[in-house]
């Protein structure tokens, strides 16, 4: 097993996640804290989840990402029907991952299967999946298939890694190990029991009733604060005489803030009571508010530290590539 020093230095620099370390998360089943112990996952509670991602992300800011992301889409665990479910994950190595954006269509099948094509970008952790998850459009004859209202019926579907071809095409900046790849599907078969509906849930535990909006901003800030926290540690030994104690205060304190949050979620939610919209958006607001302070407080400590935070070799020029990569994620962008 590495230590926290020993996979930062191994993570430094690289343009994906060395296979040993992939090794070490599939032991440790990181990629499965979110899948439930009946599958056997890890099942962790939100908090714990969360305080896991936060340390993670402090080690590398790639690492947490594609830890994130990719157990994230494994929360897909609790969409599927059992009997599947189980049968996927009863391997350790099961890492689901994929595109949020609808990118294909699903052609009806007469065997009850649907043909699969399109092209999707931005799959975090694409070289280490074992599943890709999609949205498609579904269509029958090739014509869009319609709902009750009217619109056009989206479903999403888990296709294995060998019937998907990966496209390299990350050029950020940043986040240069998370492995974020397009990928696309040409006339692939997949049965309706690998395919799954985002609020319908077989595991009855009170984790799937966490509103996306809730889980996704929670997670996502947890990775700010990480690679914030990590980059102040860089940031000191440039300078070390530097005062910033107040960022790592508003750092602890946010991650104060955020168990608080996780641990009122899920109280709620273990009383049968719903999240309402108005705490939704309390949460969604701190959360962007918090990004937008941390990303001016980082900018403002960068420019006191020197050309030597400038080297492209350098640790806190990594970080800071991959702090502000990571904030072009849409999930906080504000509209101006």
Known sequence: MFTPKEIRMKMHGTSEVPSKIIDQIHEERL??????KVYGGL??????????????????????????????ANFFSRNLK???????????????????????TAEKQNDGTFLINGLWHFATGAPHLSHFTLNARLTENGNPLLG????????????????????????????KATGTYSFKVENIKVPEDYSFIYDEFFTGDAMDKIPFRVFADLTLLVNYLG????????????RPYLDIKFFDEKINKAMVKVIEFADEVEGLLNES??????????????????????????????????????????EVYQVFCDYFTATQHSNFRREF
């Open 31 to 36: 990629l499965q804290i979110w899948v439930p």
């Open 43 to 72: 099942g962790l509670r939100l908090n714990q989840g969360l305080q896991l991602l936060f340390d993670w992300s402090k080690i590398d800011g790639s690492l947490g990402w594609m830890l994130t992301l990719c157990s994230g």
């Open 82 to 104: 059992p009997n599947i479910a189980k049968e996927l994950f009863s391997n350790p190595k099961t890492c689901f991952g994929g595109s949020g954006m609808i990118g294909g």
């Open 148 to 175: 009750e209202s009217g619109n056009e019926l989206i479903r999403s579907f888990v296709i294995s890694k060998n019937q998907v071809e990966i496209i390299p095409n990350w050029k950020s900046t940043g986040m």
């Open 227 to 238: 690679m914030a926290s990590h980059f102040s540690e860089e940031a000191i030994k440039i």
């Open 273 to 314: 009571k719903t999240i309402t919209p108005e705490k939704q958006l309390e949460i969604h607001d701190y959360s962007s508010d918090l990004v937008d302070s941390l990303s001016h407080q980082i900018l403002q400590i960068y420019i006191q530290l020197g050309i030597k935070a400038s080297h492209i070799d350098s």
